[in-house]
């Protein structure tokens, strides 16, 4: 398996990798939406044998209190079912970390899974006082510094418009 960036050949594929993995066709919507509306974006696919098998999307976010600060979200991760729990999402997650950083993006939030991504160094949003500007428990709502101290909040983590349309 290798993680690469997507490119335009891998857009149906991608699509069915959100749509196997959630119900309905929000993720799927979002993802295309962000890629046509939000800039930049680093959205990295999971390839095993020609065949995509996951995929992860992280799009500028905005903090209230810092409007320059270069912020990522990540949302959505997507893996093909039968390929769950194989390290295909950490594979995916690392390397999508990675692009951030590389990137020069200082800090990353996720709306995910309080058991899962503390793996990857988040911790929750409220330690860095900042909120989400949904109304979501405070242990789903994380970040992680890129660079240390980057995070001065408090504040409101405002999302790309795209979120708000699926």
Same mark, same amino acid.
């Given at each position: 398996?290798?993680?690469?960036?997507?490119?335009?050949d891998?857009?149906?594929?991608?699509?069915e990798?959100?749509l196997?993995a959630?119900?309905?066709?929000t993720?799927?919507?979002?993802?295309d939406?962000?890629?046509e509306?939000?800039r930049p974006?680093v959205?990295m696919v999971?390839?095993d044998?020609?065949?995509? %098998?996951?995929h992860?999307? =992280?799009?500028?976010v905005?903090?209230s209190s810092l !409007? +320059?600060?270069?912020? &990522?979200g990540?949302?959505p991760?997507?893996?093909?079912p039968?390929?769950?729990?194989k390290?295909?999402?950490?594979?995916?997650?690392?390397?999508?970390?990675?692009?951030?950083?590389d990137?020069g993006?200082?800090a990353v939030?996720?709306l995910?899974?309080a058991?899962y991504?503390?793996?990857?160094?988040? %911790?929750p949003?409220?330690? =860095?006082g900042l909120?989400?500007?949904?109304d979501v !428990? +405070?242990?789903?709502? &994380?970040?992680?510094?890129?660079?240390?101290?980057?995070?001065?909040?408090?504040?409101?983590i405002r999302?790309?418009?795209?979120?708000?349309t699926?």
């Amino acid at each position: 398996m290798r993680i690469r960036p997507e490119r335009t050949d891998d857009l149906t594929a991608i699509r069915e990798v959100n749509l196997s993995a959630f119900e309905g066709t929000t993720e799927a919507d979002l993802v295309d939406a962000l890629r046509e509306q939000a800039r930049p974006i680093v959205s990295m696919v999971a390839e095993d044998n020609g065949v995509i %098998v996951g995929h992860i999307l =992280f799009s500028p976010v905005a903090l209230s209190s810092l !409007p +320059d600060l270069c912020i &990522m979200g990540l949302a959505p991760m997507a893996v093909r079912p039968e390929r769950q729990r194989k390290g295909v999402g950490s594979a995916l997650a690392r390397a999508g970390i990675t692009a951030c950083r590389d990137l020069g993006y200082e800090a990353v939030v996720v709306l995910g899974h309080a058991g899962y991504y503390p793996r990857f160094g988040f %911790v929750p949003a409220s330690r =860095f006082g900042l909120r989400s500007e949904y109304d979501v !428990p +405070d242990d789903v709502f &994380m970040a992680m510094e890129l660079t240390p101290g980057a995070l001065q909040g408090p504040g409101t983590i405002r999302y790309h418009a795209a979120f708000g349309t699926v």
